[in-house]
Every structure is written in structure tokens, then in C-alpha cells.
């Protein structure tokens, strides 16, 4: 009872009024159980407003996003049951959960290895048969997925300091794809939305502050 009262506050307190407004993604966070993907020495945040660390001894390492961060950013991606969705940066599995529940297929990489089979482990649990995860030892995530290119959606699930050409060419036509970018102290959550062959339109969602992702390039840093 605790927990689902947990649950219904996480939503109603901090979801909702962050303008996630969707019914069935209100309906999904309520369905899915969270707590499920919380690593052992975190349950206690399982439902608050924070990121949760990912591994031990790595405050500053892979984290889970907040919940309405998570929310908005599932929100402003629209899957719809026929499409295919790639995720970079698998983390415990619970954005790929949520994702698994909205599309026909979810393929989410992970650069560490310890992520990813934790991961799998708590998607099986779940019983989510329609995602997979893929080590980053066999795929590098900045490139993607080309071979099972194009996809209806990608999501970049911690921040980048810019979205790489090559991923935001693995969307097909009207495709959409969402990621944290820019740098501390403020990065931007933006929807990228594959308009032409060589054209795509963004728009910026709102402002917050992700674990950087791996592998991905930062900006050169001049000194004089």
C-alpha cells in the first residue's frame, strides 16, 4: 500500500503538474513498477524527484533520470505500437521498459557491461520479450545502430553535448528523435523530427541536467 501511494504521489506531484498530460503515458508510469529497476542500495529513491545512481561508488556516474524528465521525454516522443525505437544508454532498463510497453520493438545499447545484464535481468523479470539489449562492445552508441537503421524513434537517455549526424540519419522520414544536450550548469531537453532527406526540425522542451553518456564527443577545449 506504501508503495503504491509512493507511486500515485511520484505522479500526480511531480509529473503531472510538469505538464505530462498524456493518459496513457500517465497510465503507463502508473503500470509499470519502477522500483523494480532501482538498483538495491537506491529503493528508497524509486519515486523521488532525483537521479538515481546506477552504480556503486559513482554518484556522478550513469544515473536514472528523474521521473518527469523521463515522462516528458516519452511524452514528447509519440510512439505509436508499430514502431521501432532505439535507445542509447539502457541504464537499468526502465526507460527501455516503458518504451517496450508503447512500441512493436525496442533495441536499446549499453556501454557497460554490468548495465546491460542488469538490464536484460530486469526486463525478462517484467516479461518485456520485445526489447533487447545490445553491449556497446559490439555497437558504438554515438553511431547508432546502422544496420538496423531507420527507426521511428531514438532516444538519448542521459546528455550529450550535441546529437551526432549519424544517429539523427538512422530516422526514417518523420521520424523523432530526443536527447538532453549542451553542458552544466543548464543543458536542454530537445525533440529532433526528420522532415527531409537531409533536413531536420528541433524544438527545444525544457531545461534540466543529465549524467553525460559514453563515447560521445565534447567540444574541443582551446587554452592560450
Known amino acids: 500500500m506504501k508503495t503504491e501511494l509512493a507511486r500515485f504521489n511520484m505522479i500526480e506531484q511531480q509529473i503531472r503538474p510538469?505538464?505530462?498530460?498524456?493518459?496513457?503515458?500517465?497510465?503507463?508510469?502508473?503500470?509499470?513498477?519502477?522500483?523494480?529497476?532501482?538498483?538495491?542500495?537506491?529503493?528508497?529513491?524509486?519515486f523521488v524527484d532525483t537521479q538515481v545512481p546506477l552504480l556503486p561508488g559513482q554518484p556522478h556516474g550513469p544515473a536514472m533520470l528523474e521521473p518527469k524528465v523521463?515522462?516528458?521525454?516519452?511524452?514528447?516522443?509519440?510512439?505509436q505500437r508499430h514502431e521501432s525505437v532505439l535507445e542509447i544508454g539502457a541504464g537499468?532498463?526502465?526507460?527501455?521498459?516503458?518504451?517496450?510497453?508503447?512500441?512493436?520493438?525496442?533495441?536499446?545499447?549499453?556501454?557497460?557491461?554490468e548495465l546491460a545484464a542488469a538490464a536484460r535481468?530486469?526486463?525478462?523479470?517484467?516479461?518485456?520479450?520485445?526489447?533487447?539489449v545490445v553491449d556497446c562492445s559490439a555497437a558504438d552508441g554515438a553511431r547508432g545502430l546502422p544496420a538496423e537503421a531507420p527507426f521511428d524513434a531514438i532516444v538519448l537517455s542521459g546528455s550529450v553535448a550535441d546529437v551526432p549526424a549519424a544517429l539523427l540519419q538512422q530516422l526514417k522520414p518523420g521520424g523523432r528523435l530526443v536527447a538532453v544536450v549542451g553542458a552544466e550548469p543548464v543543458m536542454r531537453a530537445r525533440l529532433y523530427t526528420r522532415t527531409g532527406e537531409a533536413a531536420w526540425a528541433?524544438?527545444?522542451?525544457?531545461?534540466?541536467?543529465?549524467?553525460?553518456?559514453?563515447?560521445?564527443?565534447e567540444p574541443t577545449r582551446f587554452s592560450f
Open 121 to 132: 535481468q530486469n526486463l525478462a523479470r517484467a516479461g518485456l520479450s520485445n526489447v533487447r
Open 18 to 46: 510538469w505538464d505530462v498530460l498524456d493518459a496513457q503515458v500517465l497510465a503507463l508510469l502508473a503500470a509499470v513498477r519502477r522500483e523494480d529497476f532501482v538498483p538495491s542500495a537506491h529503493k528508497a529513491l524509486a
Open 92 to 113: 537499468s532498463g526502465f526507460m527501455a521498459a516503458l518504451l517496450g510497453h508503447r512500441a512493436q520493438k525496442v533495441t536499446s545499447l549499453e556501454c557497460r557491461p
Open 202 to 217: 528541433q524544438t527545444d522542451l525544457f531545461d534540466t541536467v543529465a549524467s553525460r553518456l559514453e563515447g560521445f564527443a
Open 70 to 79: 523521463e515522462a516528458r521525454l516519452l511524452q514528447a516522443l509519440q510512439v
